[in-house]
């Protein structure tokens, strides 16, 4: 069981990393509106963290009931509730269709590829 918990421990721990930097840049823009790099990665940035959280949520929720086994299915248990909930995170938040508009609108408008360059070459 130890075992098959890390996988999706280290891809939580990285999705929440991920929207935590995205949150980051979206603090410095609210501080200071005048910061274009953090707007622009903020543009880009929110789109990604939203769609991986929502699909890695899903996949959490999936893997609880999966542990549980016939447990995670019955009502007696909260994990059915979890996952039917986790479901509606990728439509409420944005489809990956939608999302996935937001990026290149965000480097037509506000140049956020200048932005993010030197953080993907690190």
């Known amino acids: ?12 721990e ?3 990393t991920f929207a935590m930097e995205a949150g980051r840049y979206l603090d410095r823009y609210e501080r200071d509106h005048d910061d274009r790099a953090s707007f622009a990665l903020t543009r880009v940035l929110g789109p990604v963290a939203k769609h991986r959280t ?6 959490a929720a999936s893997h609880a009931m999966e542990v549980q ?9 909260v994990t059915h509730r ?5 479901q509606v995170l990728p ?3 944005g489809t ?6 937001d990026l290149p609108r965000a480097h037509e408008t506000e140049d956020a ?8 070459d690190g």
């Open 96 to 101: 990956s269709n939608v999302l996935s508009l």
């Open 14 to 16: 990285a999705a929440l």
């Open 1 to 12: 069981m130890k075992r098959s918990l890390v996988d999706p421990s280290v891809d939580f």
């Open 113 to 120: 590829h200048e932005e993010l360059l030197p953080l993907v």
């Open 82 to 86: 979890l996952y039917r909930d986790a």
């Open 69 to 77: 086994r016939g447990n995670g299915y019955v009502r007696e248990f």
């Open 91 to 93: 439509i409420w938040e």
């Open 54 to 59: 929502a699909r890695t949520a899903i996949d």
